[in-house]
């Protein structure tokens, strides 16, 4: 069986063992059970001290396992963990999760375990996520087997986006935050400890899956660097891949360190060749999330000119004052718009609104204005991007908005993005917007660089297709 066959055996399991499983509900074994009865997947709990849990007979032991498990997961501590895993292959399991910590962080006697993993996961032709992983999250799914709270209930269950991270806290809070106002993914993997399987085994996983669209990735060391940088530029020729890579002064290269039991790289050195190879760098979870989200949900951009429609005139300025900033990640301009553009616009709104973009129709412009407003701004052939900052507050705006916004973006092949706030309703506006399609941010500076991510993206596309 090769790689990729093994892998969906682990990403998409028939037959699970727990092994660890426990009646308790504060217990890991017992969460983790628990988190994948919806599955619709065969579970086979495995503990000596139970005999059935949520009415499934309980394994006594490894042995009495049937011969056909596609993964096992494992609850238990660390030694024993080991020793589950060479009772787990006798018994033919080609996949493994690992739950448990105490290895390669936590001194020689850890190191020496996870040295074992690596050496059984080699000789015997398995698959090792872990150890110290929290494992697997595919919403579609419904595989689930993360013991901590990670907004599992409001993440979009259709997203395309997979997420590879080393730090599972990291992973989890960072998506839970960003389900809050919209986030589609289509798998979460904890690496760990990365004692077999790595970064380089998921990314060529997901450049081949036809569900993704997008990779992100945590990272605090990428041990096979030439390697992964090579696998990644050529998904990024198909699917943008992003990189939050962490570590970056010497203090946290250190704590890298302590976290993971390995070193990490020259920071200079990564940044380089991260983006000689086509991938897109990130600095924290936010940027992380949000380039993500904005390269998974819309195209790439023809041009970096961007025009701003706007209802309140002080954030149309802000926005400029963002577009027009150095930024080293890719510059953005705002487009100059063609007399007749301008010309129609009053005609749609008002004699005078401020139309040298940013477009300006004030606060007494209803949906219908809007609409029309953004008709013309994507005729425009002077415009390549658009911003639309959207507020609810006025009287004439409805919620019909986000249906307008959302058919434009159907029949435009220009990226549209919004900025949006609406008070307390701020977070539950932008969640709406992004079920319909659209990709919309709480402040003037994040719609700002999402548009920077998809101009990033396009430079990136034309290079590669220069190069080939």
Request: net charge neutral; glycine share 8%.
């Amino acid at each position: 069986m090769d790689k990729m066959a093994s892998l969906k055996r682990l990403l998409d399991p028939e037959k699970i063992a727990v092994i660890g499983a426990s009646k308790s509900k504060n217990k890991v074994g017992g969460i983790v059970f628990r988190r994948l009865l919806d599955s619709r997947r065969r579970l086979f709990p495995v503990n000596p001290k139970e005999t059935a849990i949520e009415g499934y007979k309980v394994c006594p032991d490894i042995p009495s396992l049937p011969d056909d498990i596609d993964l096992a997961i494992i609850t238990i501590s660390a030694a024993a963990a080991v020793k589950a895993v060479e009772m787990c292959i006798e018994k033919k399991i080609s996949n493994y999760i690992i739950v448990a910590g105490g290895f390669g962080e936590v001194g020689s006697k850890g190191r020496d375990l996870e040295a074992r993993l690596t050496w059984l996961a080699k000789e015997n032709n398995v698959n090792i996520l872990g150890p110290n992983s929290l494992g697997i999250f595919l919403p579609d799914e419904n595989i689930d087997t993360i013991f901590v709270e990670h907004g599992d209930k409001s993440l979009d269950r259709k997203g395309r986006i997979a997420c590879i991270v080393q730090s599972g806290s990291v992973g989890v809070e960072a998506l839970g935050y960003a389900s809050n106002t919209g986030y589609g993914m289509r798998a979460f993997v904890g690496l760990g400890n990365k004692c077999d399987l790595d970064e380089i085994d998921f990314l060529q996983y997901f450049a081949r899956d036809e569900k993704t669209n997008c990779l992100g990735f945590y990272l605090e060391n990428i041990e096979k660097g030439r390697q992964f940088l090579s696998a990644a530029k050529e998904t990024t020729k198909q699917k943008p891949v992003v990189v939050l890579k962490a570590g970056r002064t010497h203090t946290a290269v250190c704590a890298v360190s302590s976290h993971t039991g390995k070193l990490a790289g020259s920071d200079n050195v990564i940044s380089g060749a991260l983006k000689q190879f086509g991938i897109q760098r990130v600095y924290d979870d936010e940027e992380f999330c949000d380039a993500t989200k904005v390269l998974s949900m819309l195209s790439c951009a023809s041009g970096n000119r961007v025009a701003v429609l706007t209802a309140a005139g002080g954030y149309g300025v802000m926005c400029t004052d963002f577009i027009e900033k150095n930024d080293t990640r890719a510059p953005l301009v705002m487009a100059k718009l063609s007399e007749t553009t301008k010309k129609r616009i009053k005609e749609a709104t008002f004699p005078f609104t401020a139309c040298e973009n940013p477009v300006d129709i004030t606060a007494s412009a209803d949906d219908m204005m809007f609409s029309q407003s953004l008709d013309l701004l994507i005729e425009d052939p002077g415009v390549d991007i658009i911003i639309c900052i959207a507020f609810f507050a006025p009287p004439g705006i409805t919620e019909n908005l986000i249906d307008i916004i959302a058919e434009k973006i159907k029949k435009s092949d220009k990226p549209l993005i919004v900025f949006t706030k609406y008070g307390p309703f701020t977070d539950k506006t932008i969640k709406n917007l992004y079920y319909a399609g659209v990709a919309a941010y709480p402040s003037v500076g994040r719609a700002v660089r999402a548009a920077r991510f998809l101009v990033e993206r396009t430079k990136i596309k034309q290079r590669l297709d220069q190069e080939a």
